[in-house]
C-alpha cells in the first residue's frame, strides 16, 4: 500500500457536516456525534463518533473513545475503539489501549499502551511527509 495515496488520508475525504470543536475551546463531559468531529481544543471526557473523528495536533483529549474511523495528530489520553481504520501522525501522543481493524502509523508518533488489529493487515509504517509538500511548509 502506498503510504500517500487517498485510502490513508481519510480526513481528506469527511463527508457530510462534521461537528467542529475550534482551537481554544474546553468541553467537559461526554460528546456523541452522528457523523464527523474534527476537534482543535480540549475535551475532558468519552466521546462516541458515529463517523470519522479528527483529533488535530493542537489538540487534547482525555477520556475513552469509540468511533468509526479516526486520524489522530494531537492528543489521547484514554482507550480507543475504532470500528475501521486509524491514521496516527507523527505529532500524535496516545495512551491507553488502542483498538481497531486498520491501523496506519507515522514514524515518530507516541503509542504508551497496548495496540489490537482486529483486522488481518499488521500495522502500516510510514514517513509523514505531508508537511514538506503543503506551501510554505
Known amino acids: 500500500m502506498n503510504p500517500q495515496n487517498s485510502q490513508r488520508r481519510m480526513h481528506d475525504a469527511v463527508t457530510g457536516t462534521p461537528s467542529l470543536l475550534a482551537s481554544g475551546v474546553r468541553l467537559i463531559g461526554d460528546i456523541e456525534t452522528p457523523g464527523a468531529l474534527i476537534m482543535s481544543g480540549?475535551?475532558?471526557?468519552?466521546?462516541?463518533?458515529?463517523?470519522?473523528?479528527?483529533?488535530?495536533a493542537d489538540s487534547q483529549w482525555e477520556g475513552d473513545i469509540v468511533a468509526r474511523s479516526a486520524v489522530?495528530?494531537?492528543?489521547?489520553?484514554?482507550?480507543?475503539?475504532?470500528?475501521?481504520?486509524?491514521?496516527?501522525?507523527?505529532?500524535?501522543?496516545?495512551?491507553?489501549?488502542?483498538?481497531?481493524?486498520?491501523?496506519?502509523?507515522?514514524?515518530?508518533?507516541?503509542?504508551?499502551?497496548?495496540l489490537t488489529v482486529t483486522?488481518?493487515?499488521?500495522?502500516?509504517?510510514?514517513?509523514?511527509?505531508?508537511?514538506?509538500?503543503e506551501p510554505g511548509g
Open 72 to 114: 489522530v495528530a494531537g492528543r489521547v489520553m484514554g482507550n480507543l475503539v475504532i470500528i475501521d481504520k486509524i491514521e496516527i501522525a507523527a505529532t500524535a501522543v496516545i495512551r491507553g489501549r488502542l483498538t481497531a481493524r486498520r491501523i496506519a502509523m507515522a514514524r515518530g508518533a507516541t503509542i504508551e499502551g497496548e
Open 42 to 56: 480540549h475535551v475532558q471526557g468519552n466521546g462516541r463518533i458515529a463517523g470519522e473523528l479528527t483529533v488535530l
Open 119 to 133: 483486522g488481518s493487515e499488521p500495522i502500516l509504517e510510514y514517513e509523514e511527509k505531508r508537511a514538506e509538500e
